[in-house]
């Protein structure tokens, strides 16, 4: 409980860089799927549009930005995007008992040591970032209220658009 309420400050108040930013390769990592178990690679999604999504129990804001993006996704799916969730709880009870409340469709996987939001030195909570077709940024959402929908909607339409 400690170490998540000093990773959730840390993630906070962080006013460090981005490790990377806009027009950068997104860092590939392989973590595992909280369904199966199976390792998954961000790679794997190349040739998608992807909404790399960083999230936690513990994150208010997630209780909103799950389901609505869920629907994107579901509207969306056909056409090549995929959103990707990464779970930073350090108990996996505790994000399966999130998911029950507000469950999903898209892939989740778990990073309970926090390794990955390192490579993507992560500003706050959530924090996306939207990946071309190519594996690159393009956009990187910090933080999430329902009116953002609108805005990422638009985004993620102009990138599978994009050759």
């Not at 030195?121 to 929908?149: A, N, V, Y």
């Amino acid at each position: 409980m400690l170490r998540s309420f000093l990773m959730a400050m840390a993630l906070c108040l962080s006013t460090s860089a981005f490790a990377v930013s806009a027009g950068d390769s997104a860092p590939n990592f392989k973590l595992p799927n909280l369904k199966t178990g199976k390792l998954e690679s961000l790679k794997k999604y190349r040739g998608k549009v992807v909404y790399l999504d960083f999230w936690a129990s513990w994150c208010g804001p997630c209780r909103q930005s799950l389901p609505l993006l869920n629907d994107l996704r579901k509207e969306l799916k056909r056409k090549g995007f995929e959103v990707v969730a990464v779970n930073l709880d350090e108990e996996t009870a505790d994000a399966k008992a999130f998911l029950k409340q507000f469950p999903v469709s898209y892939p989740v996987l778990m990073d309970p040591k926090g390794k990955v939001p390192e490579k993507y030195e992560l500003p706050g909570m959530p924090t996306s970032f939207l990946i071309d077709k190519k594996g690159r940024i393009q956009h990187i959402h910090i933080g999430f209220k329902p009116k953002d929908m609108k805005n990422i909607r638009k985004q993620v339409i102009a990138l599978l658009r994009k050759k």
